[in-house]
């Protein structure tokens, strides 16, 4: 007896898909937030940095901030990283960069107006009409895998699940 239409198991043929692309934001950023309150942040960030630091656990991390200039406490790990430093770091970023996967005709750009689209990363479940909720599992994690590779619109993977 064959499955009745709604209880038929899809073929991937059967699922119509844009061609990839990406996309552009055509609308203005939003700004949440003034460009004083920006700045006021930016500000009570730098503070933090330079006088009270934060803890780096990774030696090797230490030692590349030490070859930056910044103070390190190794007695506690602590990092202190002068304006400065973080003035000439934040110049040297670029506003746009590209990701380039093998295949090179889906290049991924971050920045700017362009848009990418990933799947969620690392929740500790998986859910779906048929089985609900659950802990995530080796199995969910390959078949989130397989379909976030498999549709046009996901540009960037990633780890859909902890298994546990």
Same mark, same amino acid.
């Given at each position: ?24 934001? $055509?609308?203005?950023?939003?700004? %949440? ?18 006088? %009270? ?32 430093? %973080? ?9 746009? %960069? ?10 991924? /750009? ?6 990418? /689209? ?16 659950? /802990?995530? /599992? ?24 902890? $298994?546990?």
């Amino acid at each position: 007896m064959r499955p009745s239409a709604p209880h038929r198991r899809r073929r991937a043929s059967d699922i119509v898909q844009q061609s990839w692309r990406q996309l552009r934001n $055509p609308l203005p950023k939003l700004r %949440i937030i003034s460009d004083d309150e920006v700045e006021a942040l930016h500000e009570a960030a730098l503070t933090i940095l330079e006088r %009270i630091g934060v803890r780096c656990a990774v030696k090797e991390a230490r030692g590349i901030f030490a070859s930056a200039g910044a103070l390190i406490d190794e007695a506690d790990g602590r990092v202190r990283v002068g304006r400065d430093i %973080i003035d000439a770091a934040l110049k040297a970023v670029p506003s746009e %960069i590209a990701l380039t996967p093998r295949n090179r005709g889906r290049t991924v /750009t971050l920045g700017g107006d362009h848009l990418t /689209t990933a799947a969620v990363l690392g929740p500790p479940h998986a859910a779906d009409l048929v089985r609900g909720r659950r /802990t995530g /599992t080796l199995a969910d994690l390959s078949e989130l895998l397989k379909l976030t590779q498999y549709f046009n619109v996901v540009q960037m993977n990633g780890w859909p699940v902890e $298994p546990l």
